[in-house]
């Protein structure tokens, strides 16, 4: 046995408190729902100066490893709530990984990173400590008041507020406020009351998730193993967490009973398997295990009248990818500086549409990418399956196949389609920043030889960044700041000017952009101004005056939706030979899966055939030698 470091929670006393009085004005927000997304949710607003009461059922955050990889843009949320310095004493950074199949590499790929980046791309750290993390800021801030052991058994809406009934150790209590926050996770029981239901698709794969304590010098990247001899048939996934803490997945065969190898001595037979097959005979002890099935599902609407919902309450993505978490701390920013909006600077509710309109395009974003990495960790069809396994085994001697097996680890998404964002004029160039995409963080140099970064220059709030701007340009982003600044926040809206000839400018800081290597990713001109919104998402870009109108744009909540396709889709340039091998692997699973089961093989003899007519002799004879080399 070893001396395990895994993290126990801290047990809370169940919270004692009074029903509110009829009488009482209804509080402004109840959050339900301590997780990392309704915690974010609670810490913003109460940042902005609302008051939250935040409702627990459990006594204790919760325990076990569950989501543990935490993406540069949510480190960077962390940041904007107060909770960044904390958190980064306990992850542990990676950058990329490596895949197998059997016990040959097919993959090793490297996350985008880079000397300017404030942060790296990725971190793993037990959701479990996160989440005691950001409870230990919300006990101390003097807005929130967190019940645990309150559990959410009933909800009503009359007009301009909600009441929930909430069950505590001393019996039912009621609360009545102006908006309610649910984020309580995917069986949501507020959901039910409310009576929605997620939409979508649900894969067939099913994964046994373990946490182990096991010394072991393998590296902090992920790792994937498919059809390994130590488990056939299955995919291993490990990542290595701090303090010795190692995250094992592997998915369950189709004619596997998971009652049964959800028992621990099943549990401890199969990993013991695999870390036998590494050459590794150290102790190890498990500590938590779980269960898990692949999702793609969300609510129509993320807005019912006064209920809000949010992260996993709202909708559900594939764990491929890690997507989950980081996604619902995106809905988290972007609901609170909405909602925010809505409660102190009169905002219309109508933006609040704006945010459900905005993270459900988030979610089929998502599921995009997830999908295909979804299609290769878990294939649901035999023609997924087929096509799976023949470029796996492919691509032991065709790197070039290599690509369809990445992972496309999450980033942030963008809103290029949402009401509030503003289309860049005809003149702005193509490439570079566009409206709507996240603006991400980057060191800077100030005119006066500080280093700062674009996170600490804007704050928390919207913020005004002017490139190489004239005198008379400079007034005109000044007074938009000013005019952002009293809609919202004073305090919080920041104006700064990046030039590639610094000089000092009273009142305003600069940035010492020489290199050009700021204003080169942004695509910037001379002129122009970017508009950042408090979640990071770039507003608009453009001259000042030309924007003069954007507080009113935001506090009316937009303009009328864009649709699905068209110039405000991110056109990512693609290889070639990468789209050509990923449409062909796509349009070959759906073939195989249309054919009678009897004609697969020869549906496979007449389309090869077929291209086989497309291509020089030598070219067919060449392929026929590769294919048939490896199984």
């Given amino acids: 046995m070893t001396n395990s470091p895994y993290y126990q929670p801290r047990p809370y006393a169940p919270s004692q408190f009074d029903s509110l009085p009829t009488d009482a004005p209804a509080l402004p927000v109840v959050?339900?729902?301590?997780?990392?997304?309704?915690?974010?949710?609670?810490?913003?607003?109460?940042?902005?100066?609302?008051?939250?009461?935040?409702?627990?059922?459990?006594?204790?955050?919760?325990?076990?490893?569950?989501?543990i990889c935490i993406s540069r843009h949510t480190l960077e949320v962390a940041d904007r709530l107060g909770v960044g310095e904390q958190l980064t004493d306990l992850v542990l950074p990676w950058q990329g990984g490596r895949s197998f199949y059997r016990d040959a590499e097919v993959l090793h790929f490297l996350m985008k990173h880079d000397e300017q980046d404030v942060r790296g791309p990725m971190v793993n750290v037990s959701q479990s400590e996160l989440e005691q993390v950001m409870a230990d800021a919300l006990e101390?801030?003097?807005?929130?008041?967190l019940h645990w052991g309150s559990a959410v058994t009933g909800l009503t809406q009359d007009g301009d507020?909600?009441?929930?009934?909430?069950?505590t150790a001393d019996g039912p209590r009621t609360l009545r406020a102006q908006w309610v926050v649910a984020a309580d996770g995917g069986r949501s029981p507020v959901r039910d009351l409310v009576g929605v239901g997620l939409q979508g698709t649900s894969y067939e794969g099913r994964y046994v998730i373990a946490d182990i304590h096991w010394v072991s010098e393998l590296p902090a990247e992920r790792m994937v193993w498919f059809d390994p001899p130590s488990n056939p048939g299955s995919t291993v996934i490990m990542h290595r967490q701090p303090g010795d803490i190692w995250r094992i997945d592997y998915q369950l065969d189709p004619?596997?009973?998971?009652?049964?190898?959800?028992?621990?001595?099943?549990?401890?037979?199969r990993i013991a398997s695999h870390l036998a097959w590494l050459g590794d005979d150290r102790p190890w002890t498990l500590e938590w295990h779980g269960f898990y099935k692949a999702h793609a599902l969300a609510l129509e609407s993320f807005v019912h009248?006064?209920?809000l919902f949010a992260g996993d309450a709202a909708h559900l993505v594939p764990i491929f990818g890690v997507r989950g978490l980081?996604?619902?701390?995106?809905?988290?920013?972007?609901?609170?500086?909405?909602?925010?909006?809505?409660?102190?600077?009169?905002?219309?509710?109508?933006?609040?549409?704006?945010?459900?309109?905005?993270?459900?395009?988030a979610w089929r974003q998502n599921v995009a990418n997830a999908g295909k990495s979804t299609l290769i960790m878990t294939p649901g069809s035999h023609g997924h399956r087929t096509t799976r396994d023949a470029l796996l085994a492919l691509a032991t001697v065709r790197p070039e196949f290599s690509h369809l097996i990445n992972p496309r680890q999450s980033s942030a998404t963008h809103a290029r389609r949402s009401p509030l964002t503003v289309t860049a004029p005809a003149s702005a160039p193509a490439h570079g920043l566009q409206p709507g995409d996240p603006v991400e963080d980057r060191r800077v140099v100030l005119a006066d030889g500080k280093e700062s970064s674009l996170g600490e220059l804007r704050g928390t709030g919207f913020a005004v960044l002017g490139v190489d701007l004239d005198a008379p340009s400079v007034e005109a982003a000044s007074r938009l700041r000013d005019a952002l600044a009293g809609a919202f926040a004073p305090e919080d809206t920041a104006l700064a000017l990046v030039c590639r000839e610094p000089g000092?400018?009273?009142?305003?800081?600069?940035?010492?952009d020489g290199d050009g290597a700021l204003t080169g990713a942004w695509g910037a001109e001379p002129g122009e101004v970017f508009v950042v919104r408090p979640d990071g998402l770039l507003l608009a870009r453009g001259r000042a005056d030309d924007l003069a109108g954007l507080p009113q744009r935001l506090l009316s909540g937009g303009v009328a939706v864009q649709t699905e396709a068209g110039p405000a889709d991110v056109v990512v340039a693609v290889p070639a030979g990468e789209a050509r091998r990923e449409s062909a692997w796509l349009a070959l699973s759906d073939g195989i899966n249309t054919v009678p089961s009897d004609d697969r093989e020869g549906f496979l003899a007449r389309l090869a055939l077929l291209l086989g007519d497309q291509v020089s002799t030598d070219d067919f004879a060449q392929a026929v030698a590769t294919a048939a080399l490896v199984r």
């Fill in 31 to 67: 959050v339900v729902g301590a997780g990392p997304v309704g915690m974010a949710v609670a810490l913003g607003l109460a940042q902005r100066g609302t008051r939250v009461t935040v409702l627990e059922a459990a006594t204790q955050v919760s325990f076990g490893s569950r989501a």
């Fill in 140 to 145: 101390l801030h003097p807005l929130v008041t």
């Fill in 161 to 167: 507020e909600a009441t929930v009934t909430v069950e």
């Fill in 255 to 269: 004619s596997e009973d998971a009652e049964v190898e959800t028992r621990e001595e099943r549990i401890r037979a």
């Fill in 305 to 307: 009248d006064r209920v």
């Fill in 326 to 361: 980081n996604s619902g701390m995106e809905d988290a920013e972007t609901l609170v500086w909405t909602l925010s909006a809505v409660l102190s600077a009169g905002a219309d509710p109508a933006l609040l549409q704006t945010y459900s309109a905005e993270r459900y395009d």
């Fill in 504 to 512: 000092t400018t009273a009142y305003v800081t600069v940035v010492d």
